[in-house]
């Protein structure tokens, strides 16, 4: 089963923004408007942010936005602050998986 | 409030059983989608197995005939029985439920290392 792709690492001074891009196919991110994002602080548990490519769940901040541009998913998070240093995951539907793609993960570091 | 708190991981020896258990709060598990999905450092997140409301389940072809997903209603929990383990299964598992096709919540996951 074929990964997303995501850069393995990015990183950003507070207060700026940063992009990180999930890279998939025709058959996943390109057709389908089901892409999630996931924050994640290792020893806790996974924290969805983004659902169906642009939706915030309630009490995630406007800071984090997601977008998509043909087979690339991107999630935007500005004004960075300290605690936004954590692994980020983008998945999404595929059509040719009985459940979604998981991209392998990025590493957002708050210098 | 939503929760989903795994337990069970352990240290144990290849061909050896185990038994995974997430206890949720929240929400009904015999009303929704409840999955295992593990990560390894090498292979990133991976389903490994899904309990769909009506019963029916779905395994990853890596643990499928070995592992068995299962839940107890009146506990509100479910479990994934691992058996014939193998050192690839070494991983932080997690339990998540999932909505149309994707998890939306998680549980903080329990580590399962196989020793060959």
């Known amino acids: 089963q074929s990964a997303l792709t995501q850069p393995r690492s990015v990183s950003g001074s507070p207060g700026q923004s940063v992009t990180i891009a999930c890279t998939g196919t025709?058959?996943?991110?390109?057709?389908?408007?089901?892409v999630s994002w996931y924050q994640h602080h290792p020893g806790k548990a996974p924290k969805l942010i983004i659902s169906?490519?642009?939706k915030r769940p309630s009490g995630v901040p406007d800071r984090f936005s997601g977008s998509k541009s043909g087979n690339t998913a991107s999630l935007s998070i500005s004004g960075l602050q300290p605690e936004d240093e954590a692994d980020y995951y983008c998945?999404?539907?595929?059509?040719?998986?009985?459940?979604?793609?998981f991209g392998g993960g990025t590493k957002l570091t708050v210098l | 409030e939503v929760r989903l708190e795994e337990s069970g991981g352990a240290l144990v020896q290849a061909g050896g059983s185990l038994r995974l258990a997430c206890e949720v709060s929240?929400?009904?598990?015999?009303?929704?989608?409840l999955s295992w999905v593990r990560q390894t450092p090498g292979k990133g997140l991976e389903w490994v197995s899904v309990?769909?409301?009506?019963?029916?389940?779905y395994y990853a072809d890596s643990v499928k005939d070995r592992f068995i997903i299962s839940r107890d209603n009146s506990k509100n929990t479910i479990y994934l029985q691992m058996n014939n383990v193998r050192a690839e299964d070494s991983a932080i598992y997690y339990c998540?439920?999932?909505?149309?096709?994707?998890?939306?919540?998680w549980g903080q996951g329990t580590l399962v290392t196989v020793s060959s």
């Open positions: 929240g929400f009904p598990v015999r009303s929704n989608y």
């Open positions: 998945s999404s539907y595929s059509d040719t998986y009985t459940f979604g793609l």
């Open positions: 169906e490519v642009t």
């Open positions: 309990l769909y409301s009506g019963g029916g389940t």
């Open positions: 998540a439920r999932v909505d149309g096709y994707m998890p939306d919540y």
């Open positions: 025709n058959s996943d991110v390109g057709t389908y408007n089901f």
